[in-house]
């Protein structure tokens, strides 16, 4: 083909930079340009293909563009080309920090990175490595103005031999032997565009007795939509020809199929969409793939199950059927099918959490009263599922919150995948993606006033905010969220925000607010008698009031925390709390009273039988008695210690060895 030659003589030749004596800084640039149709996505993977061995990090894939048209934002962008080399990224980080994380990760590898359907240099120069050693193959409708040194390879239409050859693949060399003239006429109907080559061929092969001639007739008497750029008409006509040849059932689950998030179907997708059954669905779907209005995706499957059968609607195709679905079928029964969609993935969501659940539990036997097809053998074909599934479920949440007709549905959805992920990958692995998730859920409360969740959502996100440093953020979203709880008059949601401000503050080192928030936190735990969480603030009230050296009002809180600990017969929290006190005595220059503190924290740790905690206190003991200047006692306590420890260690084996047998 002379596009890929031309391509890899591209690759061959220097660069703007070299030719003047100068290192190359970036990674080359080839640009595939064309239409949708033209064959330019195609013609990216062959030559990726043909280059893999050369890049022995590997070929990193992504879309820039969404089916629907919108351009994917490079945050998103950047967190799947970072997944694929398995690095973390910070939940709730900006387009700057992750596109430098993406450069600083592409630097020490050798990579070749598919940028497909780029919508304009904005979105690809943030990508581009810092390493000459890398590759960018970039496949755009236009030109990429604004990135230096761009390799473009613009896409006509295929000459006419190479058309014939695509259209023989479908019906078979005879026929078009018989009538070569014929093949030719119907190539140039064609623009010579692979994609409407690729109908039009699906559509001879699924008629044995239509001729070439046949197809060239009915195309030439479909009018051209003058509506259309002249480029977009081959294919606009060689899609209609097809879907006008189905049957009405089978047209009016195709336009449905517009609706699939991020334009990837699987038969629970395609069932839910039609409203038919799922060995329904499949049958479809292999029909239209045929027929060239689909094509297959997706990976290896777990335990056997078909987790690869993913379709993916081409994207030369979505806009075509997504104007079909708005001018042949009436809005409520779009929203009806979209329901469809939304509850069963709902279901299947919550299915995938509860192969999670030990045997036996509420969970697990309710997940026994559903239909086998939405039930997963194992946990492992659970988790296969939602990692293969999940930029679609992420797409769908995005799409039901942006549709803003299904609010409760998209709630729905959101909650239980939020579960899913959080009981398949635990919330620290999962919350790049939850973080995303939580911020939709804002959205529609925001939009609903609903303040409660909007409260809740609020914490959830200031929560990953504070965790990964930063704190300014957090602090602005838990006092949002405080006005969220009293205009909901939720007295949960105003003590946990408050609670809160009073962390960022300290996580800031500013004692004094971090104090004062604990304090009106603390005031609200008092009235309604919530005993633990009052002496978790009387607490975080002494730790702040410690780091400010105000030790007279820390040591009056650890005692208060005490007193609660041993109200609610919390006897390990008693000893901590004692413990600390000694601590603040012993920073207030009283080591006598720190010592005797110390002694009563040990004795409650030996009461409650924590053993490691009865042994570090001991070490506590000792390390306070050698300030005291009394050695020997010192030696004493530490060889306790270790005798407390030596029992616990010769316990856990003896345990480990009964769990054995």
Request: proline share 5%; with cysteine; glycine share 8%.
């Amino acid at each position: 083909m002379r596009e890929l030659k031309a391509l890899h003589g591209d690759i061959e030749r220097a660069g703007l930079n070299t030719l003047s004596g100068r290192k190359e800084p970036r990674a080359r640039v080839l640009l595939i340009a064309g239409r949708p149709g033209a064959g330019r996505t195609a013609l990216a993977e062959e030559l990726a293909g043909q280059l893999r061995d050369s890049y022995p990090d590997g070929v990193v894939r992504t879309r820039l563009t969404e089916p629907g048209g919108e351009a994917v934002p490079t945050e998103r962008t950047a967190r799947e080309i970072l997944g694929a080399f398995a690095i973390t990224t910070p939940p709730g980080a900006g387009e700057d920090e992750l596109s430098e994380m993406v450069r600083e990760a592409l630097a020490v590898r050798r990579v070749l990175l598919f940028l497909d359907d780029a919508a304009d240099a904005g979105q690809v120069d943030p990508l581009v490595p810092d390493n000459p050693d890398c590759l960018v193959i970039a496949v755009a409708q236009g030109p990429l103005t604004g990135i230096p040194d761009v390799r473009p390879c613009t896409l006509g239409g295929m000459d006419a031999k190479a058309a014939i050859e695509l259209l023989a693949r479908f019906t078979g060399a005879v026929r078009i032997t018989v009538d070569p003239q014929a093949a030719e006429s119907l190539a140039e109907e064609c623009g010579g565009q692979p994609a409407a080559l690729v109908l039009i061929g699906g559509w001879l092969a699924a008629r044995p007795t239509a001729s070439v001639a046949d197809a060239t007739k009915r195309l030439r008497a479909l009018p051209h939509d003058p509506e259309r750029p002249v480029g977009d008409r081959p294919l606009a006509r060689a899609f209609r020809l097809v879907y006008e040849t189905l049957p009405s059932s089978a047209a009016r689950v195709l336009r449905l199929f517009a609706l699939a998030p991020a334009g990837v179907l699987d038969a629970h997708t395609a069932s839910a969409l039609a409203g038919c059954s799922v060995s329904a669905a499949r049958t479809a779907l292999a029909d239209f793939t045929a027929l060239g209005l689909l094509r297959r995706g997706g990976g290896p499957a777990a335990d056997g199950r078909a987790a690869d059968d993913q379709y993916l609607v081409p994207g030369c195709l979505f806009p075509l059927l997504r104007d079909l679905l708005e001018r042949h079928d009436r809005e409520s029964e779009v929203q009806l099918a979209r329901a469809r969609m939304l509850e069963r993935t709902v279901r299947l969501l919550q299915s995938c959490r509860a192969i999670t659940e030990p045997d036996g539990s509420p969970a697990r036997k309710r997940l026994a009263t559903l239909p086998r097809s939405l039930r997963y053998p194992t946990v492992a074909a659970a988790a296969e599922w939602l990692d293969s599934r999940q930029p679609a479920l992420l797409a769908s949440a995005r799409l039901a919150v942006t549709d803003g007709e299904l609010d409760t549905l998209a709630r729905r959805l959101i909650a239980a995948l939020v579960r899913a992920l959080a009981a398949h990958r635990g919330t620290e692995a999962a919350a790049p993606e939850l973080y995303g998730l939580h911020q939709l859920v804002l959205d529609i409360a925001e939009r609903r006033d609903l303040h409660r969740e909007q409260a809740a959502a609020l914490l959830n996100i200031g929560d990953l905010d504070a965790r990964t440093g930063r704190t300014q953020d957090a602090l602005a979203r838990y006092r949002a969220a405080l006005d969220a709880g009293r205009a909901a008059n939720d007295l949960y949601a105003t003590g946990r925000a408050m609670e809160s401000v009073g962390g960022a503050y300290q996580d800031l080192q500013d004692w004094q607010r971090a104090a004062d928030w604990y304090g009106r936190a603390l005031a609200q735990r008092l009235s309604r008698g919530e005993r633990a969480d009052e002496a978790r603030l009387y607490g975080r009230l002494g730790t702040v009031h410690t780091y400010a050296g105000h030790y007279g009002e820390a040591l009056r809180s650890w005692r208060a925390a005490v007193a609660v600990h041993r109200r609610l017969r919390d006897l390990p929290a008693q000893a901590r709390a004692l413990s600390e006190a000694a601590r603040v005595q012993e920073y207030a220059g009283r080591p006598q009273e720190s010592l005797e503190t110390c002694q009563e924290a040990v004795e409650w740790a030996r009461l409650a039988g924590d053993v490691r905690l009865q042994a570090a206190l001991q070490l506590r003991v000792a390390d306070t008695l050698d300030r005291l200047g009394d050695p020997a006692a010192a030696r004493l306590h530490r060889a306790t210690a270790d005798r407390l420890l030596e029992t616990e260690g010769n316990t856990y084996e003896i345990r480990s060895a009964s769990a054995g047998e």
